[in-house]
């Protein structure tokens, strides 16, 4: 086998696969992206080409279970592997739409693979989600911990990984690298390049950043009675250009050998909702407002990551930490109060640029 140099990325416009699009650009890979636009914008390629001084290869607009048009990009490129982050990733839309769910996240897995194998392409780095653990008995969590996912979210990427196990199982020579990530969080250190949600974010760091710049009154602490040391829930959150570098390692390591291997993405550090809320407002200068309201329903206690794994493996060891987050972050959402600004029209095809 050999390492990939045409890399497909579905869902390349998104928080995570636009920080990797970057990393792969400055690491020399030709990158093409899919991505329909549901939670992101094709303005994220001018900035991901203004940091890298590279060209995206090419950009389509699709939704990855449309095989005809998916079929169609293999057809034009000569795609040697794929980073599969395309799907929804609201826990708590997912507890209220579990078909639409499953149906994107699932089928647009198995879609994507029907393409692949289709086009005789083996090499995939999957998006997992350390939330297939559920509520964990004890943590720090290593790749052996039992899943036990606690919402169709959750069990949308559970369910894709036996898939992408099976496949790996009887098809030869072809090679899954599954990264479960704990909570990436933060963005590119330009200020460039960060996370956009359209609409209201349901996630705790983008939340905090709408309240800095006073697009949100204060955050909602979800429950202050939980079994930690300040009763709020405890997670590994993990600096986006961190998670990246590994989806960059990920690629290089596809060539070791077929057969599926799981890691874990996480620093091995937990941070509660006020400790997280306390180093955003020392990143930004001035306390975040909150108040404590019930828990979230589908919530768990305390996510921590044991990495060892993939430290041994690759040697990936994350090099930055709450405070490296909360600044870059920090740092984006200033110079982006209302996240990047929607395009006047959306490109049904962006012609490739060599
Ligand atoms: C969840 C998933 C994770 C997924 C991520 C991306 C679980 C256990 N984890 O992470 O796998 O990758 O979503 O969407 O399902 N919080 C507040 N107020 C807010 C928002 C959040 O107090 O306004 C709290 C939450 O209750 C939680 C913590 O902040 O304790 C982090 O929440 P969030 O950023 O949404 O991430 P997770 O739920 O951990």
Request: one cysteine or more; glycine letters at 10%; charged letters at 20%.
């Amino acid at each position: 086998m050999t390492a990939p140099s045409t890399v497909l990325v579905t869902g390349g416009a998104g928080f995570i696969g636009s920080h990797t699009c970057v990393e792969l650009l400055d690491h020399g890979y030709e990158v093409i992206v899919v991505d329909d636009y549901s939670n992101s914008t094709p303005q994220v390629f001018a900035q991901v080409e203004r940091i890298t001084d590279r060209f995206v290869g090419a950009v389509y607009e699709l939704d990855i279970r449309d095989r005809a048009s998916l079929s169609a990009v293999f057809d034009r490129h000569s795609v040697d592997a794929v980073v599969h982050f395309a799907a929804h990733k609201a826990v708590g839309e997912s507890s209220r739409s579990p078909v639409e769910y499953y149906d994107a996240n699932v089928g647009g897995t198995t879609s994507l693979l029907r393409v692949m194998r289709h086009h005789g392409v083996r090499q995939l780095v999957f998006s997992s989600s350390c939330s297939v653990y559920g509520d964990a008995a004890r943590v720090p969590l290593d790749e052996a911990a039992p899943a036990r996912p606690t919402n169709p979210y959750a069990a949308s990427k559970w369910i894709c990984e036996q898939i992408l196990a099976d496949v790996c199982a009887r098809v030869p020579g072809f090679a899954v690298l599954c990264l479960r990530y704990f909570n990436p969080v933060g963005a590119h250190p330009s200020g460039q390049l960060g996370e956009s949600p359209l609409g209201t974010p349901e996630n705790l760091m983008p939340y905090l950043a709408q309240v800095a710049v006073g697009r949100k009154p204060d955050l909602r602490v979800f429950g202050d009675d939980y079994d930690t040391p300040d009763g709020t829930a405890i997670r590994d959150y993990l600096h986006v250009m961190d998670t990246a570098e590994a989806h960059r390692l990920a690629l290089d390591h596809l060539a070791d050998g077929p057969g599926m291997r799981i890691f874990n993405l996480g620093t091995g550090q937990g941070h509660s909702v006020l400790d997280v809320t306390a180093a955003f407002g020392v990143a930004c200068g001035t306390p975040i407002p909150y108040r404590v309201v019930g828990r979230r329903p589908g919530d768990v206690a305390e996510l921590v990551a044991d990495a060892g794994a993939v430290a041994r493996a690759w040697g990936w060891r994350p090099t930055r930490g709450l405070d490296d987050m909360c600044r870059d972050l920090w740092r984006f959402q200033r110079l982006h109060p209302l996240g990047y600004q929607l395009p006047a029209r959306r490109h049904r095809f962006l012609p490739g640029r060599a």
